[in-house]
């Protein structure tokens, strides 16, 4: 942005990294949302410049297995983690993260009493859930994580909590809402700290790579960046850039000072870039995107712009012809190459671990503790699959108030644990324990 300044810098610890690590810009699908869109090239190597206008992949595109990064990383070994701090229905990641692979999903309904910062989830909560899933076993860890903290929409009106000021030629609206923007990123900036100085304390090779999915939404019309003469939507490749580049970095414990790379490339390059510096092999679509890369063939934007960069149009059939044969095709590449193919979830699980029951005993005439593992304060205990109020003590009791209808009964009952979402649907569940209502004695554990 042109003469616009901040009364202190609302992200060293990102420009830190971006002067001493590998990173760069990367040119993005998306602008001020479509989030999953730039997710899915990182995670694809799919571009979504050969797709119809106004198509979210997720919910028209993905309705088959996919040899992604997370299935492509669990092939060599790996366990595949995605993490997200909102709803785990939201653009349907609940389903399509199986379909690429992932053998768990973390979403926000996992998380236990978390902080907030405003509307959503903080991301020191996310660094906290990250470096908890390092190391729970033997095998390395390929985990996807998705922060909500610093997406809009932001507030128009002063914050007496903000630290950071801007200058620059804007309207009162656009000065506050800037500054309302800034300010939360720089809260953002302090969880990446945290994430990679906890990190550093972990003696295996490691590669974290932090990006943003598209320039957040200024205005409804886009003011600030009009204002501040970022770009003016003027249908020129230059706004175009500006408006749908973001910048990323690539930390590593690995790598020397020598081998800081300035990168430009388009997102769906990325998981190919990431594979090569992983060491680790692609498929027959992420190999073809590294060689495409390492000619600098590296940039897909719309249509009326491709011509600006070096992508040759044979190169850009080839891309498609693969991309259609695997998303929507015939998958003929899997029989030409068997590693492609992409892995069957043998076990695919919403949250960290499956919730058991191992205990139950009669506290009262009208309640019930139940003892175990993995429980959460959303779990709520079902009896002979009717709901009964549930407390959370901790993430090994509950306890629960018996209806006056069964209080006296003595015959054996079912019980299990739910964990029910937003929409109603049944998203965790414990094993089956028989009881007695009469002592609560344990007949059978299954």
Not at 265 to 285: A, C, D, Q
Not at 331 to 354: I, T, W
Request: net charge negative.
């Amino acid at each position: 942005m042109k003469e616009v300044s901040f009364s202190e810098d609302p992200i060293p610890y990102f420009h830190y990294l971006q002067k001493n690590y590998s990173g760069g810009k990367m040119v993005v699908p998306v602008f001020a949302g479509g989030t999953v869109n730039t997710e899915f090239e990182v995670l694809t190597g799919y571009s979504c410049q050969f797709l119809p206008a106004g198509i979210i992949p997720y919910v028209q595109y993905a309705t088959r297995d996919m040899d992604a990064l997370p299935a492509i990383y669990k092939k060599q070994g790996y366990e595949a983690t995605a993490i997200h701090t909102y709803h785990n229905w939201f653009y349907r990641r609940n389903i399509v993260f199986e379909e690429m692979g992932f053998d768990k999903f973390i979403s926000k309904e996992f998380f236990t009493d978390p902080e907030k910062k405003g509307t959503y989830i903080r991301d020191t909560e996310l660094t906290k859930k990250i470096l908890q899933q390092l190391g729970q076993n033997d095998k390395p860890d390929f985990i996807y994580a998705i922060s909500m903290q610093a997406h809009g929409p932001y507030a128009e009106k002063p914050n007496a909590g903000n630290t950071i000021q801007v200058q620059g030629n804007f309207s009162a609206k656009s000065k506050t809402l800037l500054e309302n923007y800034v300010n939360t990123i720089s809260d953002v900036d302090q969880s990446l700290k945290a994430l990679i100085e906890g990190l550093k304390k972990i003696d295996e090779p490691t590669i974290v790579v932090f990006y943003g999915d598209h320039l957040p939404l200024l205005g409804n019309s886009s003011e600030v960046y009009k204002e501040a003469d970022f770009f003016q939507d003027r249908n020129n490749y230059s706004d175009y850039l500006n408006k749908y580049t973001v910048p990323f970095i690539i930390w590593d414990n690995f790598s020397s000072p020598k081998d800081k790379e300035n990168i430009r490339i388009s997102s769906s390059f990325l998981g190919p870039y990431i594979l090569e510096k992983s060491k680790k092999e692609g498929n027959t679509l992420t190999d073809f995107l590294y060689s495409l890369y390492e000619k600098g063939s590296d940039v897909m934007t719309a249509a009326l712009y491709q011509q600006n960069e070096k992508i040759t149009e044979t190169e850009s059939a080839d891309y498609e012809m693969l991309q259609y044969d695997s998303l929507i095709g015939n998958a003929y590449a899997y029989e030409l190459e068997p590693r492609d193919k992409p892995v069957q979830n043998a076990l695919y699980l919403l949250g960290e671990r499956f919730p058991k029951i191992e205990k139950v005993l009669r506290l009262s005439e009208d309640v019930i503790q139940v003892q175990g593992e993995n429980f959460l304060p959303d779990y709520q205990i079902y009896i002979d699959d009717t709901p009964v109020k549930t407390k959370y003590v901790s993430n090994t009791v509950l306890t629960a108030t018996l209806p006056k209808s069964i209080q006296n009964e003595t015959e054996p009952v079912k019980l299990l644990l739910k964990m029910i979402d937003s929409l109603n649907n049944v998203i965790s569940e414990s094993n089956t324990y028989s009881f007695s209502r009469a002592d609560g004695a344990s007949i059978n554990n299954k």
